[in-house]
């Protein structure tokens, strides 16, 4: 990196050497023979679950255009094996470990965080408050914000630790969900999950996905997702780590320019391994072709209307 | 597993719906075996459609090239289809668990189905080296789609071909087949790809008969690094049925252990 260029954010009192880390779900061990992990921000292995579960049926995932749908359902070898092999596979790296959390209940996710949050090289929890992949039609605890609070509230009382609670991008007003969360004490809000979707092969007439809906991931998504951050920066102090559809490192920009102080990548990982490097790269040649020296000059830059319109006159 | 950007030496349509590729591969240092897959990237523009990369299986592997055989019939093979020679293409791998063959093995059954043949090409290519006898039963929709047959007479000892257009690709019919061979010789190991009908037939008499066996199967992967848990499969190990990745755990595994149902 270039001397004096300052990469490195803070992440509700977390800092993290740059930007960039995987999505949940869409990173783990067999990329290691690939890419380097000391080289990312942090290290987001896949949501855990308190008991070892299957997951969804086939098919899982398809592709459309643009992205791709998955419902994985989060086959998971339960907290047991997370806390005795997963665990310690990522302490090799330097990069800090955020461990994803999923559940079935506000109680589970108490005592998971608790359990989890004990551990050491745990640097942060991740609150998957919004898979769409689960029971309910799609239906997740991020859906409310009276649950969303009521949800934090119970999991910051077991921890002092960054909580981080990754909304879902399938509400009406992502705003109350997000200050919700902010006045629960989360520490930071990860924009957004997938947003749900369907597709139907025309010629058998079934739908793509054997669980009939999954998460739409992928570039097609993205427009709404830096919607979803600029909305919530307007209205959160806290900051945010967006999610949805970022594949190089301008995607990456544009949603810092709308809010997020990091992002999240998961389906770029997938067509290309190297993808979350050669975005810390990209970002990193942007700073220096606009001269400028700190990261958090990017954050919220976006210039509306009136602010440029001033600019100009 | 790498990512390698191999040059196209040749890609040309072989029948209606198939293409061969062969690619450059004297850069790969690791070992490639039979039953392995290499995950390829369909398009070098620079586009979101097709977005994800397209799993396949190794169709030959030579000194220095590697050659695919593969079924244009969707957005992904149709930008394979356009690669010209000279061309870079970028293909992650090789990637999965192969098939194994004993030493001990003197006769062995190949059983694929449609773009199937293509993956046991590859072994039949290995056992042929080992000077293994083998006995390959081929079954497509119809005789153009039995494109391999040729390199398949090269390598085996006999080659039946079955197909709809005949009327002769039915699993009774099959399954006599099979049963022929495996009364006229001492079958020790079978091997199949390309179709769930067939491979539960293939798994049934195997068991029957004490043969072991091994299936290529081939469920739809959307990272294939065994991140995503997207190509799961349930097999059946000491009584307990386990969801597992075909791109991490398989593609290949023991016939017996498959859940086909």
Known sequence: MKK???????IGGMTIANPVMPASGAFGEGMDKLIDFNLLGALVPKSITKYPQRGNRNPRACETQGGMINSIGIQSKGIDHYLQETIPYYEQYCAPLISSISAESIDEF????????????????ELNISCPNLKNNGQAFGMSDAIT????????????????????????DIQSIALAAERAGADSLVVANTPLAMAIDIHSRRPKIGNVMGGLSGPAIKPIIVRQIYQVHEVSRLPIIGCGGVMTANDAIEMMLAGASAVQVGTANFVSPTAMIDIIQGIQTYMEEHQLYHIDKLIGGVMVRNQWEKDYI | MKDYHLTVLSNRQVSDRYWHMIVDSSVVEERIEPGQFFNIKPTNHETYYPLLRRPFSIYLINEDTLEFLYKVDGPGTRQLARYK?????????????????????NKVLLLARGVGIATLAALAQKAARMNIEIYAILSARKQDDLLATKTMEKYCTNVYCVTEEDGTSDVEHVREM????????PIHAAYTCGSRRLSMLLQKMSKGNGITGQVALEEYMACGMGVCYSCVCDVKRHGVTQTVKSCEDGPVFPLEEVVFE
């Open chain 1, 4 to 10: 004096g260029l300052k990469m490195a954010v803070d």
């Open chain 1, 149 to 172: 609070y009521q949800l934090v509230d119970r999991v910051r009382e077991t921890t002092d630790k960054p909580i981080l609670v990754k909304l879902t991008p399938n509400v009406t």
């Open chain 2, 85 to 105: 020679p000279g061309e870079k293409i970028n293909l992650l791998g090789p990637a999965g668990v192969p098939f194994t063959m004993s030493k001990d093995c």
């Open chain 2, 178 to 185: 099979i049963r022929d061979l495996m009364e006229t010789y």
């Open chain 1, 110 to 125: 108490v005592e998971m965080s608790n359990i989890i949050a004990s551990v050491p090289s745990v640097v942060a929890l």
